[in-house]
């Protein structure tokens, strides 16, 4: 199949099994090792080892499932949603922003970017992938350190630069801040995103009581708007 179709085949082999199997892949890769490390890493494993086979192309990896979420990523996405991580909830649920108070999924069911709740693979159907900028759960997003945010924002790049998305959403203030502008408000960020525009919003989080859910579906709603503006 086409590289850029690699990604969702990731997340549909990590999703079933259980944290700490241990896989042996064999993929088609003509490309650069480091884009397929981020890849896997990406699709929710740790690369334990990487080496190319006589046949052209073809790699070779060992990988071990982490306990975390697999990208929802491929071409074609109309806009790229990217959380801080994901929680331990999710995580174990295999659904980003899965737990029953979060309000992602009404903003996205009301703002009119899917019509089916919680189902990411849908979701990239319609037009919108999933990624987080640190792969590790925890339980709240504070325990993310700076290192991984970096580290994340250097992994989401590379994949935005790659599958050329209409825009990036960043849901929650903290990761774009850490990472970018201390002083981001919500809304369309000077900044952009490997040359893509780029949106933050509040996080969706039951914590956040102070947002109430039809302004996180306003929010949702522009950041879409925003990416039908870029070819």
């Known amino acids: 199949m086409p590289a850029e179709r690699l990604p969702l085949l990731l997340h549909l082999a990590q ?21 397929l490390d981020a890849l896997l890493v990406g699709g929710g494993f740790t690369v334990r ?21 697999a990208d929802t990523v491929g071409p074609g996405m109309r806009l790229l949603v990217c959380g801080v991580n994901p929680s331990i909830y999710s995580a174990d ?8 108070g979060n309000r992602f999924w ?17 979701a990239l159907a319609a037009g919108m992938g999933m990624t987080d900028f640190a792969k590790r759960a925890t339980r709240t997003a504070a325990e993310v350190t700076r290192e991984e945010h970096e580290v994340g924002f250097a992994r989401v790049s590379a994949l935005v630069g790659w599958l050329r998305p209409g825009a990036v959403c960043f849901v929650g203030l903290s990761g774009w801040r850490t990472v970018v502008d201390r002083r981001a408000v919500p809304g369309v960020q000077p900044a952009t ?35 039908a503006t870029i070819d």
Request: glycine share 8%; aromatic share 2%.
């Open 49 to 69: 080892s990487v080496s190319r086979s006589g046949a052209a192309g073809a790699v070779r990896a060992r990988v071990v499932r982490e306990r975390t979420l």
């Open 106 to 122: 009404p903003a996205a069911l009301a703002a009119g970017l899917v019509d089916a709740d919680r189902d990411p693979v849908a």
């Open 193 to 227: 995103i490997a040359g893509r525009p780029a949106y933050v919003m509040p996080s969706t989080s039951g914590l956040n009581a102070r947002t109430p859910p039809a302004e996180l579906a306003r929010h949702l709603s522009a950041a879409a708007a925003l990416a």
């Open 93 to 100: 649920a295999g659904v980003g922003y899965a737990r029953p």
């Open 15 to 35: 999703r079933p099994l259980p944290v700490g199997a241990a896989v042996d892949l064999e993929v088609r890769w003509p490309g650069e090792s480091d884009r």
